[in-house]
């Protein structure tokens, strides 16, 4: 499979067989615009303007936003409910949760999480072969948060998301408050907005891959 990397908390996820899925696209009002991607589908975490633009995506894709099980060709996807906030909702409403079954590879994306990190939810979404994070804090979990969840949910690959990157017009940290959280020898600052995984790839140490804005 591969991962490319559409910047905020977009991401093109393709099958070995061409199944294609992006991830929270966004409108340029953040600062920068969307690549011209197309998809078999879209998933939306919640409904702001910086997750949820999908007329970007060519190909007219099947729109997925909420809480259930799917599948596309080769594909399975599970939902799960959480909040985008510390007040079970009360504050920025729902987030949506996806799990991707790719390849034998199980890939978590957790949207604007905004809870912090517990049994109950960490249950739903295990197992986690590579992780998805925000880390910018203010609208979601910050970097501290973050390395608790990394900690706890122990994915083979984790790539954050949801930072202030050039260009981003949106209060939100750099991915530095993140990464100095982990020694130096297991973060990678990619010059690639790509990788492509196979289960051989998943070594069984945690690794932190920072992947260049497509």
């Known amino acids: 499979m591969k991962i490319q990397y559409l910047g905020h908390s977009s991401f093109k996820l393709t099958e070995s067989t061409g199944t294609t899925i992006v991830t929270d696209p966004y409108s340029p009002e953040i600062g920068f615009r969307m690549p011209s991607v197309s998809a078999d589908a879209v ?72 809870e912090s990190c517990t049994a109950e939810l960490l249950e739903l979404i295990l197992p986690v072969d590579v992780l998805l994070i925000p880390v910018g804090g203010n609208y979601t979990i910050d970097a501290e948060t973050a390395k608790e969840y990394v900690d706890r949910l122990m994915p083979e690959i984790v790539i954050p998301m949801h930072y202030r990157s050039k260009d981003c ?46």
């Not at 007329?55 to 936003?65: F, K, L």
């Not at 939902?79 to 790719?102: L, Q, T």
């Not at 034998?104 to 957790?110: F, K, R, S």
């Not at 907005?193 to 804005?213: A, C, K, M, P, Y």
């Open 43 to 114: 998933t939306v975490s919640h409904h702001h303007f910086d997750h949820d633009n999908v007329s970007a995506v060519g190909g007219n894709p099947r729109i997925i936003d909420s809480e259930a099980s799917y599948e596309l060709p080769g594909v399975e996807i599970n939902a799960v409910k959480s909040f985008h906030d510390n007040v079970r909702g009360k504050k920025r409403g729902e987030n949506v949760i996806f799990k991707f079954r790719m390849d034998g590879i199980d890939v978590c994306h957790l949207g604007d999480l905004g």
């Open 169 to 214: 017009r949106i209060d939100i940290e750099k991915v530095d408050e993140f990464v100095d959280l982990f020694d130096d020898e297991v973060v990678e600052e990619s010059e690639s907005s790509e990788i492509e995984l196979s289960r051989s790839d998943l070594t069984g140490d945690t690794r932190i891959i920072v992947l260049r804005r497509a």
